[in-house]
């Protein structure tokens, strides 16, 4: 192989080098995907579904311009430090394969080597930078990102689900996309990859994106399709698999408050369970501790049975240090309550006489502004809760959520607060 058949080789035909590299699954589309993201000069946005090796050819043409380009400063940023590691782990794999050493001795003459190798850095020795500037450089959006300059930026799934759930963090996730202008270098160019989660997300400052749904890429069958349907809330569906937002007429609750630290949660006054018995429905555990004029909220989701998850239930009670774990006995006659004492548990069952719709709107959703989620709880508990609406098909999370409340709103301690419970 000479140097020019290698050169376009890898230019023309990207995907055929990740299919040599072990990537398999890449088809003729993601061809012009990994071309546009190495070799495009204009800022771009594509957003693809779930699953639909979106990243992988990210890291492909990262590495691409890493070999083809290499006097090129790349600056590569996602949600959190951990989450960049992982595609710089991948890109450095790519780098040192045996197939991409063939292609690097036949166009430079010379093995590839890495000069700079670190979780959040690489650079190779066909790069020489006398600032000392690495080819690569990774980075979450909480981290300081001034005093460099850069030829390429690469955003991917910098909005992701905390973005549907609070506006704080799509503002803050806005000022760090807005900052990034001020670190190209003349002539540099912004790509953006990822899915969107809501309207008013930071994909609303990038350039028009090239949408790719789970309908139109026929990497997915239809029967994987109903599956994700089968085990998302609509909104997670629509967002990573149609790209799209569900309108919001019939929702009622607003965001979500989710950033109090899980210290918050410690001794909370009142858990409960709304347990699932089999079919489609969640488990769903809830602590809440009120302090301040706050409710403060743990809560964790499973798409299980409770009888799947109690020793779970029982680890996140005394995770939270907790006391008696309350549930009610009007579709199980009690079953609950007599397995968690088996296993220990103090537990407080009740007869529930209130209509769920009513209960979870005039305690949860009365009580909204006050609401804030500690961390470590469940995305999809939260996800649950922002779609609820009177004709949801899921409300195991809103329910749990509303009867903790409804404890908490009398002033006597939690265990002799029964009243509205039928108990």
Request: proline letters at 3%; a negative charge.
């Amino acid at each position: 192989m000479t140097r020019e058949q290698a050169i376009n080789f890898l230019k023309k035909h990207p995907v055929k080098f990740g299919q040599m590299l072990g990537f398999t699954k890449l088809t003729d589309l993601h061809n012009g995907w990994i071309q546009d993201m190495a070799y495009g000069t204009e800022d771009d946005t594509l957003q693809g579904h779930r699953n639909s090796y979106k990243t992988t050819c990210l890291s492909i043409a990262i590495a691409l311009i890493m070999i083809l380009l290499p006097k090129l400063r790349i600056l590569f940023i996602r949600k959190t430090d951990d989450d960049v590691k992982e595609i710089i782990r991948q890109v450095k794999n790519i780098l040192l394969n045996p197939i991409t050493q063939v292609f690097v001795i036949a166009i430079y003459g010379v093995s590839l080597k890495l000069t700079v190798d670190n979780a959040m850095e690489l650079s190779t020795n066909l790069a020489i930078d006398i600032k000392g500037t690495s080819q690569l450089v990774g980075s979450g959006i909480g981290s300081s990102l001034t005093g460099q300059h850069y030829d390429r930026i690469f955003t991917d799934d910098i909005v992701n689900v905390k973005d549907r759930q609070s506006k704080a963090e799509r503002e803050k996730t806005k000022l760090v996309y807005q900052e990034l202008i001020n670190l190209l270098n003349r002539g540099g160019r912004i790509s953006n990859t990822g899915t969107p989660w809501h309207k008013e997300d930071c994909f609303t400052l990038m350039p028009p994106a090239r949408k790719y749904d789970c309908y139109s890429t026929g990497i997915m069958t239809k029967e994987e399709i109903q599956k994700k349907k089968d085990e998302l809330s609509p909104s997670l569906f629509a967002a990573n698999y149609e790209l799209k937002h569900i309108a919001a007429e019939d929702v009622i609750f607003d965001d979500a408050v989710t950033d109090a630290p899980f210290e918050k949660i410690l001794n909370p006054q009142v858990t409960h369970i709304d347990a699932a018995y089999g079919g489609e429905d969640f488990t769903a555990f809830t602590a809440t501790k009120k302090s301040e004029g706050k409710y403060y909220i743990y809560g964790k989701l499973w798409h299980e049975a409770v009888d799947n998850v109690m020793n779970q239930i029982i680890l996140e009670r005394h995770k939270v240090l907790g006391g008696k774990i309350w549930c009610e006995k009007n579709g199980d006659k009690g079953y609950l309550a007599k397995a968690l004492r088996e296993k220990g548990e103090r537990v407080v069952d009740y007869h529930e006489d209130t209509n769920k719709y009513i209960k979870i709107v005039t305690h949860l959703k009365g009580d909204w502004k006050n609401v804030v989620f500690v961390e470590g709880t469940d995305p999809d508990y939260i996800e649950q809760i922002l779609d609820y609406n009177e004709n949801a098909e899921h409300d195991d999370a809103p329910d749990s959520a509303s009867c903790t409340i409804r404890l908490l709103h009398s002033q006597k301690n939690a265990e002799d607060r029964v009243s509205g419970f039928g108990y």
